[in-house]
């Protein structure tokens, strides 16, 4: 009965972000209308998201190596990013706050989701050193894309709210994949009145939390009382609920940058 209800609210949700959608093609601008859909889909995300987990829009992402992202629609960040790099609503988050990132697409063809992919391959490859050790806690990592991590590593999400049919959209997935390492692989596609692409076990179908080699693409149709937004839900939350993070170490972001010098010393 429960699940039942939040179906039919999730349902609701559903068919009112499809309204505002159609509002937003109102907007005489093409960047004016981009960024309404993104908040709509930022709004979404923050109602789902554990609560330690926060959703960000128009944010740049910088690595202690100097390294940047590319620009990125909606990033999903530690609670405890420092507030100081918010200037005038744009947000500089340092990577190793980062959890996730989500890229919004109008209409997602083969070209927007290769250039959806290659945005999360190069998000998921900026490299996060900057932490500070805490003394005599046991090591904490995370296993994914095939690999065990001291960090939470970037997961990489494409959101729609349409499409070419979901099973071109696989068969264009499959080909970028196919020479890369998972590693740079999305997590998932999701598609708003279609479904959604996610990779699984090719022997009984059993989803991954994220892709690893031999996975097969799976494609899931969507129930249509409740489009893509219930196992959105719930794909955010076993997605992010364990997202976990050591304590920050900003010295190395300010590089050859004076903090001031030593004039007088006193000992005892």
């Known amino acids: ?5 939040l179906g039919k609210i999730l349902s609701s949700v559903a068919k009112r972000m499809r309204a505002d959608f159609e509002q937003s093609k109102n907007f005489n601008h093409n960047g004016e209308a981009g960024t309404s859909r993104e908040v709509l889909i930022q709004e979404f995300l923050s109602g789902y998201l554990p609560a330690h987990v926060e959703a960000v829009h128009n944010a740049e992402v910088i690595a202690a190596n100097g390294e940047v992202s590319p620009q990125c629609d909606i990033v999903l960040i530690d609670r405890g990013t420092p507030p100081f790099t918010n200037l005038n609503g744009f947000r500089i988050i340092p990577n190793e706050c980062v959890y996730g990132m989500v890229e919004v697409k109008t209409k ?3 070209v927007q989701l290769a250039d959806a992919c290659a945005k999360i391959s190069k998000m998921r490859r900026l490299p996060k050193t900057s932490f500070r050790p805490i003394p005599g806690m046991i090591p904490r990592s995370t296993k994914a894309y095939g690999a065990t991590h001291d960090y939470f590593p970037t997961s990489g999400m494409i959101v729609a709210f349409d499409s070419l049919t979901l099973s071109t ?12 390492n998972p590693v740079e692989w999305p997590d998932s596609v999701w598609v708003a009145g279609k479904g959604h692409l996610q990779w699984g076990d090719p022997r009984n179908g059993s989803l991954f939390r994220s892709p690893i080699a031999g996975a097969a693409l799976l494609q899931i149709d969507a129930e249509p009382d409740q489009d893509i937004l219930l196992p959105l839900a719930l794909h955010l939350n076993i997605h992010f609920s364990d997202a976990w993070m050591n304590p920050l170490d900003l010295i190395p972001y300010s ?5 001031g010098k030593i004039s007088k010393l006193w000992t005892i």
């Open 1 to 5: 009965m429960t699940a039942e209800k």
């Open 108 to 110: 997602l063809d083969g």
């Open 169 to 180: 959209i696989g068969d264009h997935l499959i080909e970028w994949c196919r020479t890369r």
């Open 255 to 259: 590089g050859t940058t004076p903090l």
